[in-house]
């Protein structure tokens, strides 16, 4: 094969990965899907907004430090994080669909310029809800 064909297919390849987010996270909660509030709610900061999406309990694991945690404490602890790490921007890179279990994966720029990596898992039982939100250093 070419190295022109060879580039094409990457490109090719890297674009179909990115835009299986989109039509993933509008298929099940409207034109804007849960995804899409999250990546907004993590791009602004916005903690209150965000737990909205929270399961009863929620397992968080921020930079390592993991635990179980009830709505109202996960929140509390966001709340603290996005105190030190003031977001800049986010956006999802990747997102699957698994039966009953969905994830996605993103990056989050902060205002200091520290770089994280961020996997939301969400749950449907009836309704999605964010059962473990994950944040490491990129």
Same mark, same amino acid.
């Given at each position: 094969? =070419?190295?022109?064909? %060879?580039? %094409?297919?990457?490109? #090719?390849?890297?674009?179909? /990965? /990115?835009?299986?987010?989109?039509? @993933?996270?509008? *298929?099940?909660?409207?034109?804007?899907?849960?995804?899409?509030? #999250?990546?907004?709610? /993590?791009? *602004? !900061?916005?903690?209150? &907004? /965000?737990?909205?999406?929270?399961?009863? %309990?929620?397992?968080?694991?921020?930079? !390592?430090?993991?635990?179980?945690?009830?709505?109202?404490? &996960?929140?509390?602890?966001?709340?603290? @994080?996005?105190?030190?790490?003031?977001?800049?921007?986010?956006?999802?890179? =990747?997102?699957?669909?698994?039966?009953?279990?969905?994830?996605?994966? !993103?990056?989050? =720029? +902060?205002? $200091?310029?520290?770089? @994280?990596?961020? +996997?939301? @898992?969400?749950?449907? $039982?009836?309704?999605?809800?964010?059962?473990?939100?994950? #944040?490491?250093?990129?």
């Amino acid at each position: 094969m =070419h190295p022109s064909n %060879t580039n %094409t297919m990457k490109k #090719i390849y890297v674009w179909l /990965l /990115l835009s299986s987010c989109v039509p @993933f996270a509008g *298929a099940h909660e409207g034109r804007d899907g849960l995804f899409d509030q #999250i990546a907004k709610q /993590l791009a *602004a !900061g916005d903690v209150e &907004a /965000l737990s909205e999406s929270f399961s009863t %309990t929620v397992e968080l694991d921020l930079l !390592g430090d993991e635990g179980m945690y009830s709505k109202a404490q &996960a929140t509390l602890v966001l709340k603290q @994080f996005f105190e030190r790490y003031t977001p800049k921007t986010f956006s999802f890179k =990747h997102c699957s669909d698994k039966q009953s279990v969905k994830y996605a994966v !993103g990056v989050l =720029h +902060t205002r $200091d310029g520290t770089t @994280f990596r961020v +996997t939301v @898992f969400v749950k449907e $039982d009836g309704d999605l809800k964010m059962q473990q939100l994950r #944040i490491e250093k990129h």
